[in-house]
């Protein structure tokens, strides 16, 4: 399974961006699927994961309201609209796919593909 993440930039606050996550070589209708974020200095923390019928979608609270992650079974991708961006959601951003026992989970150890992040800078 690879999974190739796109659609970072730079971009001033308030304004929006949308991540993409091509899925290949795997069954994507059966993966969990997240988003995660690094920012400069700190740790990875997720943001936003979905299970794997797209039914159900989880969010950090800090991005609660202003992120929306959602799956395209007919394109094998994976997105996250970014909207009223904020100088502190500058980070390099994560894609990663799995099979967590209870269909989804933010736990990064449960998923077991990841794509190369791509970097959202958010300018003030």
């Known amino acids: 399974v690879q999974l190739q993440a796109s659609g970072g930039g730079l971009v001033q606050a308030g304004g929006s961006l949308r991540l993409s996550c091509a899925a290949s070589?795997?069954?994507?209708?059966?993966?969990?699927m997240g988003w995660f974020r690094q920012p400069p200095g700190k740790g990875r923390e997720w943001i936003a994961v979905?299970?794997?019928?797209?039914?159900?979608?989880y969010y950090k609270d800090s991005v609660k309201g202003r992120f929306t992650i959602s799956k395209d079974y007919g394109e094998n991708t994976l997105y996250l609209q970014m909207n009223s961006l904020k100088p502190e959601d500058t980070a390099r951003y994560y894609c990663?796919?799995?099979?967590?026992?209870?269909?989804?989970?933010?736990?990064?150890?449960?998923?077991?593909?990841w794509g190369q992040g791509t970097q959202v800078t958010v300018s003030s």
């Open positions: 979905i299970n794997w019928n797209g039914v159900n979608a």
């Open positions: 990663a796919a799995g099979f967590p026992s209870v269909g989804w989970t933010i736990l990064e150890g449960e998923y077991d593909y």
């Open positions: 070589g795997g069954a994507f209708s059966s993966f969990a």
